[in-house]
Nanobody, 123 residues
Framework: QVQLVESGGGLVQAGGSLRLSCAAS????????MGWFRQAPGKDREFVTC????????KYVDSVKGRFTISRDNAKNMVYLQMNSLKPEDTAVYYCAAAPRWAGDNRYAYDYWGQGTQVTVVA
């Protein structure tokens, strides 16, 4: 059983930056692929980015390419999401998720989810 706890959300002006963190515990972190998803009010949860177990492979949704960067520190059981050039449309609750194998953008392949952290971008 893997527990995930996100942090780092907040209120930021458009064009600003935030770094989200996800702390993992309770499992063999180095074997899990990790992902970030987000859910805006009234919308479905959508894929943002993911990273494989070693950190060597990543994938991004087109809308965040060039602005967001996912990374992981397997020694610390941490995953990060660096978000730059934020836009109001990035406003959402951001969720960290873990999958036992490469899952890409398939939210149903992720077995474990955090509680989410709110990101609000104002114009």
């Amino acid at each position: 059983q893997v527990q995930l706890v996100e942090s780092g959300g907040g209120l930021v002006q458009a064009g600003g930056s935030l770094r989200l963190s996800c702390a993992a515990s309770g499992g063999t972190f180095t074997t899990y692929a990790m992902g970030w998803f987000r859910q805006a009010p009234g919308k479905d949860r959508e894929f943002v980015t993911c990273i494989n177990s070693s950190g060597g492979v990543t994938k991004y949704v087109d809308s965040v390419k060039g602005r967001f960067t996912i990374s992981r520190d397997n020694a610390k059981n941490m995953v990060y999401l660096q978000m730059n050039s934020l836009k109001p449309e990035d406003t959402a609750v951001y969720y960290c998720a873990a999958a036992p194998r490469w899952a890409g953008d398939n939210r149903y392949a992720y077995d474990y989810w955090g509680q989410g952290t709110q990101v609000t971008v104002v114009a």
